[in-house]
């Protein structure tokens, strides 16, 4: 009997400490969209309806920095941007990031959509 609940406690405990490591790992991810959206919004003029959407978080080619790829949302289109930002969310690039003459940060963004 003592054998079963330890057997059901061990379970719950790494039950509970897988899904504790994932929470923390996805908080560091909304921590890195949150400062990502909010240089973008003090940098960058855009009118009052626009939208900003997080899309996705990697790691980028610069050591140490994500690339985290956002949408801004208006009435008429879709425009792809990315932001790149380091790991401990410090520093942020906002630019073009070229590698041996290729335009990287455009490759990843993807061009604008108009909307239908």
């Known amino acids: 009997m003592i054998k079963k609940i330890l057997v059901v406690a061990s379970f719950l ?29 003090r940098q960058i003029r855009l009118p009052p309806e626009t939208e900003i959407k997080f899309i996705e978080k990697k790691e980028s080619q610069i050591p140490g920095f994500y690339s985290v790829k ?12 990315v932001v ?24 990843k963004a993807g061009p604008p959509r108009t909307k239908k």
């Open 70 to 81: 956002l949408i801004f949302s208006s009435a008429d289109k879709d425009t792809p941007v």
């Open 13 to 41: 405990i790494l039950l509970f400490l897988s899904l504790f490591q994932s929470t923390l790992v996805f908080s560091q991810g909304d921590e890195i969209a949150r400062i990502a959206i909010e240089t973008l919004k």
């Open 84 to 107: 790149y930002i380091d790991q401990p969310g410090e520093k942020v690039i906002l630019g073009t990031l070229f590698v041996r003459g290729e335009n990287v940060t455009a490759k």
